[in-house]
């Protein structure tokens, strides 16, 4: 493994040195950006192009995920379930996929093939892929007997659920607009480092650097992309193009911003892919 100079530097114990550096990394030889729209996919310039709903994954090989025993978790599908439908058919990978407030319009019809699925907050799309109809949160909201849709249950009642608690998860996504801080909070952090592999997730303004230093103890970034952005631009010669593959400027309410450091840790953050240590 080869760490960066910012990696090996000597950090000063404190809350104030937290606040002046970035978070540690690690150089991944290979990344994979997996998922995302086909029609944003192609026009990216280069593979290394963020595109909205795809995910970087380290393919390094004490880290990449073996194809048939890999474990996916992933936290808020929205209306895209690229990243999850392309670990479970191009890896053979366990996928369980959450969202509790919208469902793909690719569940949907797997629903209404079968009117005896309409109801049920778990969805077997096949073998090796479930998706639920329930969210993740810092605590469970009612009992494991009286899930429904829209229910929210703790990470520890998910793990029980979907039968991977003390199971390795290769990867943890979490992309559930802002809630992720609630989720961090209460997250153990030992836990993450003995079976979590890769870990990503999107951060917001309600995120510190200080909130996410703790993930160090095993953690090291290998890829991150700003969100810096102009506009999206609706039928354009090269489709949408999102704040991930327009990262030229920038469109900001700066009133929103108390001073310049809440700002900058605001810029930080955007979307982190860590990897584990070992």
Request: glycine fraction near 6%; aromatic fraction near 14%; proline fraction near 3%.
């Amino acid at each position: 493994m080869k760490m960066t100079k910012n990696s090996r530097s000597t950090i000063k114990k404190g809350f104030n040195s937290i606040k002046l550096r970035d978070f540690m990394r690690y150089e991944c030889r290979q990344r994979l950006r997996i998922g995302g729209e086909e029609r944003f996919t192609v026009n990216a310039p280069d593979p290394l192009y963020r595109i909205d709903g795809a995910w970087f994954v380290c393919m390094d090989n004490h880290i990449l995920p073996k194809k048939n025993e890999c474990n996916v978790l992933s936290f808020g599908i929205n209306i895209d379930p690229s990243f999850d439908m392309e670990m479970n058919k191009n890896f053979d990978c366990h996928v369980h996929s959450f969202d509790p407030l919208i469902e793909a319009d690719f569940f949907k019809s797997i629903r209404n093939v079968n009117p005896k699925l309409s109801n049920g907050y778990v969805l077997n799309i096949n073998k090796k892929w479930k998706f639920y109809s329930i969210g993740i949160s810092d605590k469970s909201y009612g009992s494991m007997s009286d899930i429904a849709k829209g229910s929210f249950l703790s990470l520890g009642d998910i793990l029980r659920l979907t039968g991977l608690d003390g199971k390795i998860i290769d990867i943890f996504k979490i992309d559930i607009e802002g809630d992720e801080k609630k989720v961090f909070h209460t997250l153990d952090v030992d836990y993450a480092c003995k079976y979590f592999k890769q870990f990503m997730f999107e951060t917001h303004k309600n995120f510190k650097f200080k909130e996410l230093a703790k993930f160090e103890k095993c953690f090291r970034m290998f890829h991150r992309d700003g969100r810096l952005f102009m506009k999206d631009f609706i039928d354009t010669p090269t489709g949408t193009l999102t704040e991930f593959q327009n990262p030229g400027g920038f469109l900001l309410e700066i009133k929103d911003f108390r001073n310049e450091i809440n700002l900058a840790e605001y810029l930080f953050p955007s979307v982190f892919k860590l990897t584990h240590l070992n």
